[in-house]
């Protein structure tokens, strides 16, 4: 495809007042097919978004390459990408189209590495457990961006930045993942008592963000203890990274939701204003 064809496509998605950029907690996958307070919150997130996306741009805990791939395929299935849950949630179904047009706009747009085609990946449980809440008619086109698990945080803060003009052609983007994730501390409780670490930590990760101090939570090893605890992985950490990467100087971050579920598990939530 030539860059001439590329204008050509994408010139009929009109740039608009810029969208709203979004980290969604999503947790337990349970919570795709689950009615709770989380899942209520996010019926109320989608509806709102001032305007209808034109499409939706996940960034999932879920997916993690060598490399960076955008999702291409026209028709994207759903994942359940997932064990020992009941029969009922590996029947939910999410068939929201595809959007090939703008993720290869995405792909152009991200010029300090190569973006690679993926038309093998669908919705992971990342993507379809929260926006089968948010948009449950499945009719707003979705694509998804992977996470090169090799690269850091900082070199994922910075590329998050090469997106932006996205929002402003009605793209809406979510980084779906957990500030406070250990599974090897979860409590499977539904009244489960937080870790006085993963209140601590989710706290600090709210002051730092209401300060717009994003670099301080890009080095979130330098946060303490806590830090540690909460995040002994960073899979589902950096799914938030990319969300500050795309903040702009001075935008305003609203908190959407706030918990903490099975012990060690944070479902914060926030967005731009």
């Not at 989380?38 to 209808?52: E, I, P, Y």
């Not at 029969?87 to 929201?96: K, R, T």
């Not at 100087?249 to 939530?269: A, H, P």
Request: hydrophobic fraction near 40%.
């Amino acid at each position: 495809m030539q860059l001439s064809d590329l204008k050509n496509i994408t010139s009929d998605y009109k740039s608009t007042d810029e969208m709203p950029v979004m980290f969604i907690g999503h947790g337990n996958p349970m919570n795709g097919i689950s009615d709770n307070a989380f899942t209520r919150a996010l019926g109320q997130m989608g509806k709102n978004v001032s305007r209808r996306p034109t499409a939706i741009l996940v960034i999932s805990a879920h997916w993690l390459t060598r490399g960076t791939h955008v999702l291409v395929s026209p028709y994207p299935p759903t994942i359940h990408d997932f064990g020992g849950f009941p029969e009922a949630l590996y029947a939910v179904q999410y068939p929201a189209p595809g959007s090939p047009e703008l993720a290869r706009e995405t792909k152009n747009l991200i010029t300090s590495v190569n973006v690679v085609e993926d038309e093998k990946w669908g919705l992971d449980h990342g993507a379809w457990t929260v926006l089968r809440h948010m948009y449950p008619n499945a009719d707003i086109p979705v694509f998804q961006l992977s996470i090169d698990f090799y690269q850091s945080p900082e070199y994922h803060f910075k590329l998050a930045a090469e997106l932006k003009a996205l929002r402003k052609k009605g793209v809406l983007i979510i980084g779906s993942g957990n500030i406070v994730h250990n599974l090897r501390q979860v409590v499977f409780a539904d009244n489960a008592k937080p870790y006085d670490w993963a209140i601590a930590f989710d706290q600090t990760v709210k002051e730092k963000l209401s300060e717009h101090a994003f670099h301080d939570l890009v080095n979130y090893q330098q946060l303490g203890k806590e830090a540690m605890l909460s995040i002994p992985t960073n899979d589902h950490y950096l799914p938030m990274i990319y969300t500050l990467g795309l903040v702009n100087k001075g935008e305003d971050i609203q908190f959407t939701y706030e918990e903490i579920q099975n012990g060690s598990i944070s479902m914060r939530c926030f967005q731009t204003l």
